[in-house]
């Protein structure tokens, strides 16, 4: 079956960095765009960034547009999340996924908590 195990949440300071990963099974990996989304409790989901199935494109959400960074790793079927500058709105708990045969498929996630 479809597997995505987060990690790499935690404490971060305003202005600071933080590095997400995300690994995947039970699929073609290399065969699929990937995606990170996060959701803060009471406000549902925010789609944050998307990479293409090869990596050589990604787009991204406008509030994290130029902090953050998604990446993948198709030999490790490894996707990331390199955050940048985050502030108090980033924080949230993500999730990657991903939609396969118009069903989406989300891991149990990571949290991210911004603190002073």
């Known amino acids: 079956e479809v597997q995505l195990v987060e990690s790499g949440g935690g404490y971060v300071q305003p202005g600071g960095s933080l590095r997400l990963s995300c690994v995947a099974s039970?699929?073609?990996?290399?065969?699929?765009?990937m995606s990170w989304v996060r959701q803060v409790p009471g406000m549902g989901l925010e789609w944050v960034a998307s990479i293409r199935s090869d990596g050589t494109s990604a787009t991204y959400g406008s509030a994290v547009e130029g902090r953050f960074k998604i990446d993948r790793d198709n030999d490790n079927n490894t996707v990331s999340l390199q955050m940048n500058n985050v502030g108090s709105e980033d924080a949230a708990e993500y999730y990657c996924?991903?939609?396969?045969?118009?069903?989406?498929?989300w891991g149990r996630g990571t949290q991210v908590a911004v603190s002073s």
């Open positions: 996924g991903t939609c396969i045969h118009l069903v989406p498929y």
């Open positions: 039970g699929f073609r990996f290399s065969n699929f765009y």
